[in-house]
């Protein structure tokens, strides 16, 4: 019987789902078609929840086949050199690999076809501090339309101890797919800080080295390619949460690192080769102020990487410490150089920001002098316009200009600072 306006309400208020009503304790939400209990709503949560997270499986592969223009390994390269400088050899390396990827993706049936199984080549970049590994990474992960993961190597344990799992790796690319899991299996992954997890000692230990030759033992599997159960929410705060198989056949890993110090490993095998006449001539040959360029997989073996991880990284490539012209053009020229930065900081508050020659002398000069690289530029400059960005927002002129005297003055003024003690 319906209810008129203002009328007593001759019909108790029930959940349209479960038909609980009010006088058994149910909170509920009403709406013009009915009300819906809370109990009901949280069920109807969790059960989204859990189709979202599912794996399904989607026309993803056939779209970018059908949508996707291939870039050749020269176009990458062309790309690349808009925001980073130097580095021409990991450029080159880091173009071929994605292009091969790409081309894996867009020709998986042709192989299947021919018989032919083609077979992913992983990288490895190594590299002072400083000297662009992980822009690199960013910069590729902007040209790129599939699934791209930044992530880091220092956080990652054993399985059964305090960190993060190995399979964590997974649940960025995951994430950055929208849970396509068809869609990640296509990602490229890059695993910074490889370095980082270096087994501590080759001594047998009565204790486990369990974020060091323990995870690169968990890696070997999914670098390899297998099919890997990723937590889809993160490793072990959600410990109920449904495993999503992701097979990482066809994901790209790359890898970067410092390794501090390998150097020595690399002269030490260069000098035990050079027996009997002719030493002189032969040390003539090798570069010693670069003996990154000379790096070999039994360097990255005595350095602490296990030779299982070392063989599924066949591309080893390396990046040249900068060098003064190198920091002046990374201050000035590419898309996103630091001076344009600032520059347009100022500019939003309506002041044009100029900046004398040799001020950026100054700058480049004291990033050399203290072996600070690419990231030491913005400490430097930091140090010197921050007072500035402090009054010029309030001040009446529109334009603010920074002269070599000052720069001095602020830089000398910080010489306790931590960047100056290094």
Known sequence: MAVKNGGPKDKERRCIFCSRGEKDGALLLGGDLGCICSECVERVHEYLKEVKLSPVK??????VKEDFKLLTPKEIHKYLNQYVIGQEEAKKFLSVAVYNHYKRILYKGQEEKNDLDI??????????????????????AKMLHLPFAIVDATVLTEAG???????????????????????????IVFIDEIDKIARKSDNPSITRDVSGEGVQQAMLKILEGNIVNVPPQGGRKHPEQKMIAVDTTNILFICGGAFEGI????????NTKVVGYGVQERLKVVDKKELLKYIAPQDLRSYGLIPELIGRLPVVTYLHPLDREALMNILTEPKNALIKQY?????????????EEKVLDLIVDTAVKYNLGARGLRSICEAIMMDAMYAAPSMKNKEFEITLPYAEEKISSLTGSMFLKI
């Open 58 to 63: 989607s026309n993803y592969g056939e779209k």
């Open 119 to 140: 077979e992913k080549s992983n990288v490895l970049m190594v590299g002072p501090t400083g000297t662009g590994k992980t822009l690199l990474a960013r910069t590729i």
């Open 161 to 187: 101890y305090v960190g993060e799992d190995v399979e964590s790796i997974l649940t960025r690319l995951l994430q950055d797919a929208d849970y396509d899991v068809e869609k990640a299996q296509m990602g």
């Open 263 to 270: 150097e020595k490993k690399i002269a030490q095998r260069l």
């Open 343 to 355: 520059k347009e900081i100022f500019k939003m508050d309506g002041i044009e920001l100029k900046i």
